[in-house]
């Protein structure tokens, strides 16, 4: 926990420390939680009608005592080739070597896998395609999703316990020197897959395939193991 005082206000607000950070800057977030209920912290007695989106912070004093912060995701480096978390290229490396993804592959064959194949009368494919190159990691798609499908919002105590129930997530990791990173942001949604993993896993078939080759869910039947989760991950 830290206070941070400007000429007209202070403020106490705990740190949250993620490379990339400019030196001598402090990045604070608007909002105190919904439904009638103020949650987080208020950092609006800092702004002020003279500038409303930066303020020069006159001391900052670190404060006895702590404050647990909790995230859906829990690591965030990327380590190069001794860990395939997330393949990236550049334009010209895809133009100079298209198949870089597989090269970089650590998996004798891409092919592998342990499900049996699936195959489709129905002349369609069902997907969903998403532009990495254009992703700022906003999370409004999962914001979105949330509201949308009226997504059970578990709280702050479960989401430490890694009990989130969220079918879209985006994943920002980075990579390079921590004080310069290059930052990746990898959307993970549930994308319907052919060969799903959940659904070989689900004690009560929620999760099933219908003839077009989509990947449904029958919510009445679920019970919330995760283990369709823990699986997909």
């Known amino acids: 926990m830290i206070e941070l005082r400007t000429a007209s206000a202070a403020i106490a607000a705990p740190v949250f420390v993620l490379p990339g950070q400019a030196e001598n800057a402090i990045t604070l977030h608007f909002g105190r939680g919904a439904s009638g ?26 404060l006895a005592g702590g404050y ?3 995230s859906t995701q829990t690591h965030y480096r990327l380590h190069g080739e001794e860990r395939q978390i997330y393949r990236e290229g ?23 896998t342990l499900y049996d194949p699936r195959f489709y009368d129905y002349p369609l494919k069902w997907g969903m395609a998403i532009d990495l190159t254009t992703c700022i990691g906003c999370n409004a798609c999962v914001l979105a999703c949330n509201i949308e499908n009226n997504i059970p ?7 430490a316990l890694n009990r989130e129930m969220l079918w879209l997530r985006i994943d920002t990791h980075y990579s390079g020197d921590a004080n310069r990173p290059r ?6 949604p ?35 193991t995760r283990y369709c989760s823990n699986n997909c991950h």
């Open 37 to 62: 209920q103020a949650t987080g912290f208020n950092v609006y007695p800092l702004r002020a009608a003279a500038g409303l989106w930066s303020a020069r912070v006159e001391t900052v004093r670190k």
């Open 68 to 70: 647990d912060l909790v």
């Open 90 to 112: 550049t334009l010209a490396e895809f133009a100079r070597k298209p198949d870089f993804v597989k090269q970089r592959s650590s998996s004798p064959s891409d092919a592998e």
């Open 153 to 159: 919002i578990v709280g702050k105590k479960q989401v």
């Open 183 to 188: 930052y990746h942001h990898q959307p993970v």
């Open 190 to 224: 549930c994308m319907h897959c052919e060969n799903a993993p959940c659904e070989y896993v689900c004690p009560v078939e929620t999760t099933l395939h219908d003839h077009e080759g989509l990947n449904l869910q029958v919510y009445n039947r679920c019970i919330g």
